[in-house]
C-alpha cells in the first residue's frame, strides 16, 4: 500500500449516509489518500468503510480506531481481511483500547489489564483462521499507541501506530522510540480561522471530551503539560498545542512539522467554529494536498 501524506479524519455520524459518501468522493476529488472514520457508539466503522470503499475508486479508507473490547479477534481479522479484499488493498485496520468508561461503564468489559489485553489479541488476530478468497497482501494494523508498552507492542507487533491528540514533538518522540520502519499516522485537529478568540473556543469545544479521558490527560503531561494546562479545557498552551488554527498556510506548517517530526501521514480533523458535529467544508477545500 502507498499511503500518501495527507488524509481526513472525522466522526461522520451527525451525516446521512449518502452525504458521508459525498464527503468521501470530494476527499478523493480534492486529492487526500485516506479518510479515517473512528468508532464510539454510532455506525459500525467496517459496515461503514465497506459502503464508502464500495462507491470511491482511490481513497484508502481507515479506522481510527476500531474498538477490540467490541469484536473478538477473529471477527476483527476477518473484517479487515474482508475489506481489503473486496476493495483491491484500499483498507487499514487502526484498532486499540479504547477508554475505561467506554469498555467497562458502556460494554461492561472488564478493563483491567488492557496493554495485556491488546497483546494477547494481536497473538490471536494472526493466528486466526480465514478460509475466504484472501486479500493479495494483508491490510496493515495500526495501533493506538500513547504511551511507550503499547508503542513498542505497535512497533514490534503491528505495522505502526495512529496518535491522536499529539503534537509534533510527541510524533518526534515517537519516531525516535520506534526507529525508521514503522508507520506513524497522526491526527492533528484544524481550524480555519484567524480570530484567536473564536479559535480557542472552537478549539476547546472540541478539546473538552479528551481533556476528561485519563489516557489523553497523561499523554500530554508527558510531553510537558501540566495539570494547570488541563484545567478549565485547556490552557492557551496547550489549546494552541493541540489544535492548528490560522490561515490555511499556517496550519500547514504544523502539518509539515509532523511530517518533519517523522509522521509518515498525517489525517486532519476539519472542525468548525459554530461547533456543529460536522467535518468543515472550507478547511477540507483550503487544505487539499498540493
Not at 479508507?61 to 473486496?86: F, K, V
Request: proline share 6%; glycine share 8%.
Amino acid at each position: 500500500m502507498e499511503l500518501g501524506k495527507i488524509g481526513l479524519w472525522f466522526f461522520l455520524d451527525a451525516m446521512p449516509a449518502n452525504e458521508t459518501l459525498a464527503f468521501a468522493r470530494n476527499g478523493e476529488k480534492l486529492g487526500y489518500s485516506a479518510l479515517w472514520i473512528p468508532e464510539a457508539v454510532g455506525r459500525h466503522p467496517f459496515a461503514h468503510a465497506g459502503y464508502l470503499l464500495a462507491q470511491t475508486e482511490r481513497l484508502i479508507l481507515a479506522t481510527g480506531i476500531a474498538n477490540i473490547y467490541a469484536r473478538d479477534p477473529i471477527t476483527m481479522a476477518a473484517g479487515a481481511r474482508s475489506l481489503a479484499e473486496q476493495s483491491g488493498g484500499r483498507f487499514i485496520l487502526g484498532i486499540g483500547v479504547s477508554h475505561k468508561h467506554l469498555v467497562t461503564g458502556l460494554r461492561g468489559h472488564d478493563y483491567s489489564k488492557p496493554f495485556s489485553y491488546m497483546a494477547e489479541y494481536l497473538a490471536k488476530m494472526k493466528a486466526s483462521m480465514y478460509k475466504a478468497a484472501p486479500p493479495k497482501e494483508e491490510p496493515p494494523t495500526l495501533l493506538a499507541a500513547l504511551h511507550p508498552k503499547m508503542l513498542a507492542l505497535a512497533a514490534g507487533e503491528a505495522s505502526g501506530t495512529h496518535t491522536y491528540f499529539t503534537t509534533p514533538d510527541h510524533t518526534a518522540k515517537f519516531r525516535a522510540a520506534i526507529g525508521a520502519k514503522p508507520w506513524i499516522c497522526a491526527a492533528q485537529a484544524v481550524i480555519l480561522e484567524t480570530d484567536a478568540a473564536k479559535a480557542r473556543a472552537a478549539a476547546r469545544n472540541y478539546m473538552q471530551i479528551y481533556l476528561r479521558a485519563p489516557n489523553y490527560m497523561r499523554s500530554v503531561k508527558n510531553v510537558g503539560f501540566t495539570d494547570a494546562d488541563l484545567a478549565d479545557n485547556g490552557s492557551d498552551r496547550l489549546v494552541d498545542a493541540i489544535v492548528a488554527w490560522g490561515t490555511a498556510d499556517k496550519i500547514r506548517e504544523r502539518i509539515d512539522a509532523h511530517l518533519k517530526a517523522g509522521a509518515n501521514h498525517v489525517c486532519i480533523i476539519p472542525v468548525r467554529t459554530d461547533n456543529k458535529p460536522l467535518p468543515d467544508p472550507k478547511a477540507v477545500e483550503a487544505l487539499a494536498p498540493r
